[in-house]
């Protein structure tokens, strides 16, 4: 990813603003629990969230798991800040074996709370299977980048690109 992706990444985490019409459209997929874990969603990420479902619609209208999945994928990031965005961002780019010694230290440490985001698709799955998701969208989750399974491969390739 280049540099001007990222600035306007980072410039659009300040952007408060969330289309309200394809919101609309997109809830009327979700259970009353699994719209509660959208609304937490931060407002960048509703956006990319929603930005993942449209384009898992257009790609693949059927698979209706995959977009109950792309609106729900970041749930269990909760709410980070810039810096924690940022510090993964870096992290994972320049030294990602860090991740793994930070999951050791206390959750409420800034470099705990990067760890914990780098774990947000397990996280995701266990609260959509609290919301009671559906069982295969929890399985999309949980199965997010995994190449045997089409969804949850499909699911992290439309993330890394939007």
């Given at each position: 990813m280049g540099v001007s992706y990222r600035l306007r990444q980072a410039l659009a985490?300040?952007?408060?603003?969330?289309?309200?019409?394809?919101?609309?459209?997109?809830?009327?997929?979700?259970?009353?629990?699994?719209?509660?874990?959208?609304?937490?969603?931060?407002?960048?990420?509703?956006?990319?969230?929603?930005?993942?479902?449209?384009?898992?619609?257009?790609?693949?209208?059927?698979?209706?798991?995959?977009h109950i999945a792309a609106l729900l994928h970041d749930v269990g990031k909760g709410r980070p800040g810039l810096a924690d965005r940022t510090g993964l961002t870096l992290t994972k780019t320049m030294a990602p074996w860090l991740l793994l010694r930070w999951q050791l230290l206390q959750p409420d440490s800034r470099r705990g709370r990067i760890a914990r985001l780098a774990g947000d698709t397990e996280a995701s799955a266990r609260l959509a299977e609290l919301a009671e998701s559906r069982a295969d969208v929890v399985e999309t989750l949980r199965s997010y980048g995994f190449r045997e399974h089409t969804s949850g491969r499909r699911l992290a390739e439309l993330d890394a690109r939007l």
């Open positions: 985490f300040f952007d408060p603003r969330v289309p309200a019409s394809s919101r609309d459209r997109a809830m009327q997929r979700l259970n009353e629990d699994e719209r509660t874990l959208f609304r937490r969603l931060s407002p960048t990420d509703q956006r990319h969230a929603l930005a993942v479902y449209e384009a898992a619609k257009d790609g693949w209208p059927e698979d209706e798991a995959l």
